[in-house]
């Protein structure tokens, strides 16, 4: 449950090198800390994802994502408006997003300020929307799964590349750009 009690269980679990499932505002994701690599590496095996797809970042506010890549270009700092939200802002080979899940933002403040985060499905499947989904799919091979209900969003984050003094979608998702 996204309470006190499960905040705590999620946290210590992914400050102890495991991996979570956890809601946020679009699809479950599946989360380790970035300070552990063979939990990086799980997510990876538990998705059975290529290697060559990195993995995000989940941060619990701007300045902890900005901090993560040793701060933000001008492009980037100018869709800084729409966090926390679905937008994914690449930056330096980095992935980051700030989810608006207040729950979610909290887990990731409580373990540093950054998370690992890849939806909660096997590669080429449809993201699951709620905790039963995710469990079946790939919960199993989580360490714990936190029960949020349905996410609201459904809809994968937009993801952008920001180059010079610009930006290049990668993936159309929830938030229009244009």
Not at 21 to 38: C, N, Q, R, S
Not at 101 to 125: Q, Y
Request: hydrophobic content about 45%; overall charge negative.
């Amino acid at each position: 449950m996204c309470d006190e009690e499960g905040l705590r269980a999620a946290a210590d679990v992914l400050l102890s090198g495991g991996v979570a499932v956890i809601p946020t505002d679009t699809v479950y994701g599946l989360a380790a800390h970035p300070g552990f690599p063979e939990a990086v590496d799980r997510l990876y095996t538990i998705k059975a994802r290529s290697l060559a797809k990195p993995i995000a970042l989940l941060a619990s506010d701007a300045s902890a994502a900005e901090a993560f890549v040793g701060g933000f270009p001008a492009a980037a700092k100018s869709l800084e408006r729409h966090w926390p939200g679905a937008l994914t802002i690449v930056v330096g080979g980095e992935g980051l997003r700030v989810p608006d899940h207040a729950w979610t933002r909290r887990l990731i403040a409580a373990c540093g300020g950054t998370l690992r985060v890849t939806s909660a499905n096997m590669s080429g499947r449809r993201p699951a929307t709620d905790a039963p989904q995710a469990l079946a799919d790939v919960g199993l091979s989580a360490d714990v799964v936190v029960d949020g209900g349905e996410s609201s969003g459904g809809v994968p984050s937009t993801v952008v590349k920001v180059a010079g003094d610009g930006f290049r979608i990668l993936r159309h998702g929830a938030v229009a750009l244009g």
